[in-house]
């Protein structure tokens, strides 16, 4: 549509629902056939996402939540597979995870199991953008407290900060936040994470070096004893 139409409607559609919040499941599962319609084009689908966006969720809504979660990693996966990586669209996609994964604990249940295995899937093929986008959004399903997912992101950010291109980027900036909060939460994975970006920056154009270095002072000024686990003194010199 066109935006001041979709923006009409989205506005109209909510002064409804906030008349009549007992009308969000239905209002919302008709935005959600709309939005997974076969032949809609970018600023359709954009303005359905961004209208999901502001629904009211609560644990009572907690069916419709893990509907909005599997939608989201579905449409995610299709644009980055089409190669629309840095969109209004994709962050408009994380935004509606991260609001809706809170009242949606089972969200991640088997009929969701072939969305998360395609978002691995990109996030160990494809361009270093579309890995990177896809990691993004795995950091937000991850942090649910599903274990086994969680030890499989990290072994995909792992991956990611080992491949040749990580050193090649002018502007690691999404990786690096990745690679920060995983070592800053993660005890376990962190030392592993902070030597391979260590190892990658040593190796890589001054920007991304001195990036990674300034990333794990940070890290080892939340955690002296990890510092002391990976830092070696040098050699008092003579």
Sequence with gaps: PEPSVGGRASQLLLELLKAHRAMTPVVAAEVQAFATRAGNGRRAL?????????????????????????????????????????????????????????????????????????????????????????LALLDKLAANGDSKLRA????????????????????PALLLNLVFRAASSENAAAPALLKRLLSSAAHGPAPVAAAGVFLASKVFRGSPRLAADLVVDAPAAE
């Design 46 to 134: 954009y303005a359905a996402v961004s209208f999901l966006n502001q629904l009211f969720l609560s644990s009572q809504l907690a069916d419709l939540a893990a509907s909005l979660v599997a939608m989201y990693v579905a449409l995610f996966s299709a644009a980055v597979q089409a190669g629309e990586l840095q969109t209004k669209l994709l962050a408009a996609l994380l935004t509606g995870v991260n609001r809706a994964l809170p009242y949606a604990p089972g969200a991640l249940g088997a009929e969701s199991e072939k969305e998360v295995d395609a978002l691995f899937g990109l996030s160990h093929a494809g361009t270093f953008s579309t890995r990177v986008q896809a």
């Design 152 to 171: 499989r992101y990290l072994r995909s950010l792992y991956a990611a900060v080992s491949c040749d291109d990580a050193r090649k980027q002018s502007k």
